[in-house]
């Protein structure tokens, strides 16, 4: 440390044995710890951005799979038929679904698009799917959460993304196809989809 610097903290009674600059070593430890927790926030609020898309776009999937009054299914008391509500599939096991929705990133290209689609009409496993845009995607919403006028209002179609609905040919093959095309570019997640 400089002799004027020195001079100047001890006239304002600062002890200058206290102020210590930390080695080099110890500025980039610091610093790789910093950027270590940074990295483990980011891969949280990722996954957490992943289990929020699958509770709040899975019910956009299927309108037909709202529950609602029936043999088995009785509107709850308080109810009314139209506004049944509807719970969203968090886990649903893969040898019981014969639906999977593949879901788009927003970057995704319709190059990377068709060659999923390519990708599925290869697989004997499809028996059928169909692509759902963004205004598809926020009719289906718009259907389903008819009761929450404020949270159809407040949700924007491009807010949605984009998705193949898949009909499988077996509902043991879920698990198969899902994997395929999980690792594809512009492919964000693979949901299996209830009966």
Excluded at 33 to 51: N, P, S
Excluded at 80 to 86: H, M, R
Excluded at 110 to 135: C, G, K, N, R, T
Aim: hydrophobic content about 45%; some cysteine.
């Amino acid at each position: 440390m400089s002799s004027r610097i020195h001079d100047g903290l001890a006239d304002l009674g600062h002890d200058v044995a206290v102020l210590r600059i930390p080695s080099p070593a110890a500025v980039r430890a610091r610093g790789e710890a910093l950027h270590r927790r940074r990295v483990v926030a980011g891969v949280a609020t990722a996954a957490a951005g992943v289990a929020l898309t699958g509770v709040v776009a899975v019910p956009l999937l299927r309108p037909d799979d709202r529950p609602g009054p029936g043999p088995g299914n009785p509107t709850p008391s308080g109810t009314s038929a139209a506004c049944a509500p509807f719970t969203a599939p968090t886990a649903i096991p893969s040898w019981a679904s014969l639906r999977v929705a593949v879901f788009f990133t927003d970057a995704a290209s319709p190059a990377q698009q068709a060659a999923v689609a390519a990708e599925l009409e290869s697989m004997p496993q499809v028996a059928s799917f169909a692509f759902e845009d963004h205004h598809s995607a926020y009719e289906r919403f718009s259907e389903i959460y008819r009761c929450a006028p404020e949270l159809v209002a407040a949700t924007k179609p491009d807010a949605l993304p984009e998705s193949f609905q898949v009909t499988l040919r077996y509902p043991g093959d879920a698990a198969t196809v899902a994997e395929r095309l999980r690792t594809m570019p512009g492919v964000d997640t693979v949901v299996h989809l209830p009966q």
